[in-house]
C-alpha cells in the first residue's frame, strides 16, 4: 500500500536572488565581462545570470589573495584566524534556512537532504576547523612548516556548499588565502558564501569568488602566482591538472571519481541492509563521488533483497525538490542526464536488465527515475565507468575472495560498503579492499574529523581530519 502525501513545500521567500552576479574580488563585487545563466535543474527557469571569469579576473583574484596574504593574514595568530572560522560557521548556522533553499533551487537536490546534510555539514566543517586554528602544533602535522600562500580552488556541482567548506575552511585554518572557482551550473551557494564573509568582516581578499567555466578553472590552475592546487571533480579534467601542474612548484590535492563496491554478505542483517544500498545509490541522485555505485552480493542471499530493495524502491518519492516529502530530486543539468541516460543505453545494449519502479517524472526539468541494473558483469561499462546518477550495478559472488576481486577491479579507489554481522568478515574485507573510505553496516557517512579521498583514478592527498590539514601545510603533503 502506498500512501499519499499532501504536498508541503518550503516557502521560498526566505531567499533573495540578483538577476546577476559580479566576482568577489579582495571584499568587492566586481562587475563581470559576459554572463551565462544559471538555471533551477527542477524546472529550467533562469535564476540568475553568472560571470564569465576571465584571466583577468583570476588574476585581479590572486593579486588580492597575495596582498591579503603577505599583509594581513599571514600576520594573524592561529587564534585570531580561528575567531573568524568561528563566527563563519556561525552565521552559517543562522543563515542555514536561506542556503538550503537556495541550493535546492540552484542543484536540484532535495530540501530534506540541502537541509539536513549539506548546510549543517558545512557549518561543522567551520566549526571543526575553527578549533585546529590555534591547535596546529598539536595536530600531528609538520609545524616547522608554513601555510603555502596562495590557493586555488575548483569545485564541482554536487554538493556546492559542502565542497567549498571542505575546501575553504582548511586553507583558511592554516593560513592560506583562496581563490575559488565554484562549478558552473551551482554557483549561488558559493556567491551567498561571500556575503557571509563580509558579515563575517573577514579582512579583504582572504577569500575571493571568481565564478565560470572550464575556461577560468584553467585560467586558475595555470596561473603562476598561486602555491596550491585542490580540485574536486571529474578524472578526466583530474588529469589535466595533474599535467598542468607537473612542471610547476604547485602543490596539488585532487579528489575525482568513483565507483563504490557496496558488498553484502550471506550473513547481513537484510532490512537495515536495504536502507543501507537505497542511501548508497540514491543519496543526491547518486550525484556522489563516493557513491555505492556497484552492489555486490552474496548469491545465497541476492534474491531476497533485490525482490526486498524493489520493494524500498517503490516508495522513493521523486519530485519537487523543494517539497520537504521529497526523496529524489532533479539531476543537475541536461548534460549530466544526457549523460546517465547513454551509460544507461549501453546497459541494455551489453545485455544487462534494467528495472524501475512505476513513477511519474514531472514533464519540465531534467529526471531519472531510480534503476537497478542486473545481470552486470564486470566488463559492462556500467559496471566500470561513473554514471553519476540514480542507478545502480548489481554483481553477484560466491565466495569473499571473488567479492574483494570484483570489488577491486576498478580504475577508482574512493569508497567501499561492507554488509555483515560479523566482526570477522568486516575487519578481514576492510583490509583487502581498496579504498579510501569503507563503511561497515552504514554508507555515506560523513564527518569533518575524519580523512576522505581515494587510491587510483580517485585521486591524491585527503581532505577533513588531520590528514587533510597537512595538504594546505608546505612540506607536509604533496
Ligand atoms: P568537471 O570535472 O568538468 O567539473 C568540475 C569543476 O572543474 C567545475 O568547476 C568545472 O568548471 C571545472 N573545470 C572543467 N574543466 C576544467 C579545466 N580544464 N581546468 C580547470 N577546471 C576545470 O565535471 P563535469 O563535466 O561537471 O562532470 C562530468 C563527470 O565528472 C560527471 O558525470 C561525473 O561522472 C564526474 N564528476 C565527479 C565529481 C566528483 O565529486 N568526483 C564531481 C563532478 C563530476
Ligand atoms: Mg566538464
Not at 278 to 298: D, E, K, M, T, W
Request: glycine share 10%.
Amino acid at each position: 500500500m502506498n500512501f499519499e502525501y499532501a504536498a508541503a513545500p518550503e516557502s521560498r521567500s526566505v531567499v533573495k536572488i540578483d538577476p546577476e552576479y559580479g566576482h568577489f574580488i579582495n571584499g568587492k563585487w566586481i562587475n563581470g565581462s559576459s554572463h551565462f545563466n544559471s538555471i533551477n535543474p527542477a524546472t529550467e527557469e533562469v535564476l540568475s545570470r553568472i560571470a564569465l571569469g576571465t584571466a583577468a579576473d583570476v588574476d585581479a583574484a590572486v593579486k588580492a589573495a597575495r596582498n591579503a596574504f603577505d599583509k594581513s593574514w599571514s600576520k594573524l595568530s592561529g587564534r585570531e584566524r580561528g575567531k573568524y572560522l568561528f563566527r563563519i560557521a556561525r552565521i552559517m548556522q543562522e543563515r542555514a534556512r536561506e542556503f538550503a533553499v537556495l541550493e535546492t533551487l540552484d542543484n536540484g537536490k532535495p530540501i530534506r537532504e540541502s537541509r539536513d546534510v549539506d548546510v549543517p555539514l558545512s557549518a561543522a566543517h567551520f566549526f571543526y576547523h575553527a578549533g585546529w586554528a590555534d591547535k596546529l602544533e598539536y595536530a600531528g602535522v609538520d609545524t616547522t612548516t608554513t601555510p603555502h600562500g596562495v590557493v586555488g580552488q575548483i569545485i564541482p556541482w554536487n554538493f556546492p556548499l559542502l565542497m567549498l567548506a571542505w575546501k575553504v575552511a582548511p586553507a583558511l585554518a592554516t593560513g592560506n588565502t583562496v581563490v575559488l572557482k565554484p562549478a558552473e551550473t551551482t554557483s549561488l551557494t558559493a556567491l551567498l558564501f561571500a556575503q557571509v564573509c563580509q558579515q563575517a568582516g573577514l579582512p579583504d581578499g582572504v577569500v575571493n569568488i571568481v565564478t565560470g567555466d572550464g575556461s577560468t578553472g584553467s585560467a586558475i590552475t595555470s596561473h603562476p602566482g598561486i602555491d596550491k592546487i585542490a580540485f574536486t571533480g571529474s578524472t578526466e579534467v583530474g588529469k589535466l591538472i595533474a599535467r598542468a601542474v607537473a612542471p610547476t612548484n604547485k602543490s596539488l590535492t585532487l579528489e575525482l571519481g568513483g565507483k563504490g563496491a557496496n558488498i553484502v554478505f550471506g550473513d547481513a542483517a537484510i532490512d537495515e541492509t536495504v536502507e543501507g544500498i537505497v542511501n548508497g545509490i540514491f543519496f543526491n541522485q547518486g550525484h556522489v563521488c563516493c557513491a555505492g555505485s556497484r552492489l555486490i552480493l552474496q548469491e545465497s542471499i541476492a534474491d531476497e533483497v533485490l525482490e526486498k530493495l524493489k520493494r524500498r524502491m517503490e516508495k522513493i518519492r521523486v519530485g519537487d525538490p523543494l517539497d520537504k516529502n521529497t526523496d529524489l530530486g532533479a539531476i543537475n543539468s541536461g548534460e549530466q542526464l544526457a549523460k546517465i541516460q547513454e551509460l544507461t543505453a549501453a546497459g541494455d545494449a551489453e545485455g544487462a536488465g534494467r528495472w524501475s519502479p512505476n513513477c511519474t517524472l514531472p514533464d519540465k526539468g531534467f529526471w531519472f527515475a531510480p534503476t537497478i541494473f542486473t545481470g552486470v558483469t564486470q566488463a559492462h561499462r556500467i559496471a566500470r565507468e561513473e554514471i553519476f546518477g540514480p542507478v545502480l550495478s548489481v554483481l553477484t559472488f560466491r565466495t569473499p575472495a571473488e567479492a574483494i576481486e570484483k570489488a577491486n577491479n576498478t580504475p577508482f579507489g574512493l569508497s567501499a560498503g561492507i554488509w555483515s554481522e560479523k566482526g570477522s568478515n568486516i575487519l578481514w574485507a576492510s583490509q583487502h579492499l581498496r579504498a579510501g573510505v569503507i563503511w561497515a553496516n552504514t554508507f555515506n557517512k560523513f564527518d569533518p574529523a575524519s580523512p576522505f579521498g581515494g587510491y587510483k583514478e580517485s585521486g591524491w592527498g585527503r581532505e577533513g581530519g588531520r590528514h587533510g590539514l597537512s595538504a594546505y601545510l608546505k612540506g607536509s603533503a604533496k
